[in-house]
Structures are given as C-alpha cells and as structure tokens.
C-alpha cells in the first residue's frame, strides 16, 4: 500500500536530549514537509524539501534539523535547542507543484519530560 | 489576523443535522485544501479546489473566489463525522506550501 509512515506514533524523552523522528514515503512524491501542531493551533510548518539533498526553512525551523538523503525519507531531528518540544508533529508528503495535495503521515507525539 | 480564519472554532450537532464550517482567506490563492483530523491525530485530504464546488458522498465543499470565501458542508451528520475539520490554502506565491486555518471541533452527538 502507498502511503506516509511515522515512526514512533509515542515518543518520550528527557530535556536535554536529541531526538529523531522518522518519515518515510512510498508515493514517489518529491516534496516533503514537516509540520508542528498545539493545542487549539493550526498546523505550522517546520521545514521543507522539494528535491533530494536540498530542504528549506519553514515557520518556525528554529531548534530542529532535518536531512533528505534520499527521495522516501524526510527525518527530523528535535535538538536540545528547541525551547518548547512537546507537540504533535505530522509528515507530509506531494508532488512539486501548485497541484501538489499533501498527503499525511499518522504523527508523532513528542512528550519532553 | 492569520492570512486563514476558519469559524466556528467548535461545533456540537445532533445526529442528522445539516452542517457549515467557514473559510475566508486574506491571500490570493490556487487552491484551497479541506481537512479531516480524527482524534488519534491523522489528517486525511477531503477535498483540494480552486472554483465552485466539489461534492464527495455527505461532504459538499464550495469555494468564492471573488469573496475570498469557502464552505464545508455536512449532510445529514453523524456521530462518525466529529472529527476537527482545516482549511488550508495554496498561495499563488507560495509554491507547494499551505497556509493553515485553526481548525474547527465538530462533534455529532447520536
């Protein structure tokens, strides 16, 4: 089946420490992005990437990195920089374009204890 | 003011009642997005359009824009529609990304 997977859907970590969440695609989609989520707040955009080995900015990409190696995969990386990391966090994933529909992944629910 | 205002923020509705959920968007835009969020968190796509109306079994969603203007529409709700709905634009600028409105809480009480 074609879709959008997140590894893990709970994630738990201490304050301090790195953490990496997966995104993997198999829709052979060149566009990838991913999303932040609060309570009573739309969804904001964290960072971007359009094409393999390049990504861009979005919102609020202060605290987070990411890499795009390769076209399925779109990880993200919250570091300890992040003042507030206790989200939600989609993946999503389109074709490059002004008719590219995002499609999402299940999300991740970060917890920083 | 956010660049996309949805209202209302929350709505209750009884089983079988016709529902409207508001979209107005201050950017020019090529396409406007409606979503579905259940409360395990996932996102599904309900419709993307850029003129008129698209219809999708009980789901009805129409876009104006002169007015700058969208509706979701519900027929005939049920308990399986509460579900938090987003509007979210295509910029004409923008490239491939969405501008996000609040969302809205729907719930259908059987």
């Known amino acids: 089946d074609g879709g959008i997977t997140q590894s893990p859907k709970y994630l738990f970590r201490k304050e301090g420490q790195n953490v990496t969440l997966s995104c993997e695609q198999n829709?052979?989609?060149?566009?990838m992005y991913w999303y932040r989520q609060d309570p009573g707040q739309g969804l904001r955009l964290i960072y971007y990437s359009q094409i393999v080995n390049d990504f861009q900015k979005g919102d609020i990409a202060e605290g987070y990195s990411v890499s795009r190696e390769k076209k399925e995969s779109f990880p993200l990386t919250v570091t300890s920089a992040q003042k507030n990391p206790t989200a939600f966090y989609l993946c999503?994933?389109?074709?490059?374009?002004?008719?590219?529909?995002?499609?999402f992944g299940p999300g991740t629910r970060l917890t920083v204890l | 003011k956010n660049e996309v205002e949805q209202s209302p923020q929350n709505l209750t509705a009884q089983e079988g009642e016709f529902i409207t959920i508001n979209c107005s968007y201050s950017?020019?835009?090529?396409?406007l997005h409606w979503l579905q969020q259940h409360p395990g968190g996932g996102i599904v796509s309900l419709f993307m359009?850029?003129?008129g109306k698209k219809k999708h079994g009980r789901l009805i969603a129409t876009i104006n824009i002169q007015e700058k203007h969208s509706s979701l529409h519900i027929t005939a709700s049920h308990p399986r529609d509460s579900a938090v709905y987003i509007c979210a634009a295509l910029g004409e600028t923008s490239g491939s990304r969405l501008t996000f409105g609040e969302g809205t809480q729907l719930t259908v009480n059987p």
């Open positions: 999503a994933s389109s074709m490059v374009g002004l008719w590219g529909e995002q499609f």
């Open positions: 950017v020019g835009i090529s396409a």
């Open positions: 829709l052979n989609h060149d566009a």
């Open positions: 359009l850029s003129s």
